[in-house]
């Protein structure tokens, strides 16, 4: 009863690492075979030779497994470090510094973290590490655009960043380059709104400014299909609530509150089907700021203001219950068997 319960969680967390993307089906595959033949044979090992097997090695006979710990942390702080050392020099020392000193910071900047994740994912090591150094660089890659041609506007640097994001996805197959391709969408769009279509009247802006930013969430919508599933669609959500910012602020306040109801729908439904709970924080993120602002305008009153919060309480609540539903009934199921 013990092996089959675990199997089965197995099974599930097994499932959501391959729907994220950081495993694939061959590897996902392979392993659910070893762990089906591992508990099969669990039983006739003795415990305590098992477990000094397992705390000896790190499964391939490579030494302790927690030396690969180590190795992550050393890249990942490697990576916070030289972010917060731009932080550092863009908000203290950037004044001071002449254009050419300003460039070559920019250009090491994209080459450290991906020259480091070049050669980790050539070398097959620490996979994970190696997507978020080369993420790091999509990043990079738009500021050293920015330096280079003296991109003004921004329109260029953004377009730099989603394209190197997306070659990343496509050419790696991992999610982690879905945050920087959201976060170069949300400048692209203002953007090309204001400087590549030269748009001025607030009406044209705040429509253009929806239709881009929910152009973005179907795009990551549709990439999420294909891998990185959770990631994409919680960004793409995140993309719905920034449609419904410029509408709200021009007062188009029916169309604000249509697509935040759209939207929060969407993603509750997902909790609901595929039981992913940070869609439930985005649509209740949806639900908290849109709806009361949005029967603010409609009402021209503040019972506008109480009737949203009422409403997203009443959602919330439902959430609350729904969620804990979903969470009891994997342990009912467990405990049948």
Known sequence: MVAVAMTSAFDR????LTDQGVLSAE???????AVQTDVGSAAAEPAGARNLEISATDGRGRGPASNTGVLDVLGYVGGALLLGALIFVGFTLWGDLSRGEKTALAISSFVVPAAGGIILEMSRTRRGLAHALLALACFAAGFTCYMIIDDQDLMISAAVVVVAAAIGAVTLRSAAFY??????????????????LGLTENDAMAYSLAAGFLLAGLLLAAAGMLQGRNVAWT????????????????????LALAVATVVAAALFVGVVRLQIYAF???????VLSMWPVALYQILNSALGVALGLVAAGCVLIASAVVLARLRRRPLLASGER
């Open 179 to 196: 945050v920087p391709a959201w976060v170069g969408a949300m400048g692209f769009v203002p953007a090309f709104v204001q400087n590549g």
């Open 235 to 254: 960004l793409a959500g995140l993309s719905g609530w920034a449609a419904t910012i410029p509408l709200v602020a021009l007062e188009h306040s029916y």
């Open 13 to 16: 967390e097994l499932q959501a």
């Open 280 to 286: 439930a924080v985005v649509g209740c993120l949806i």
């Open 27 to 33: 590897q996902a595959s392979q392993l659910w075979h």
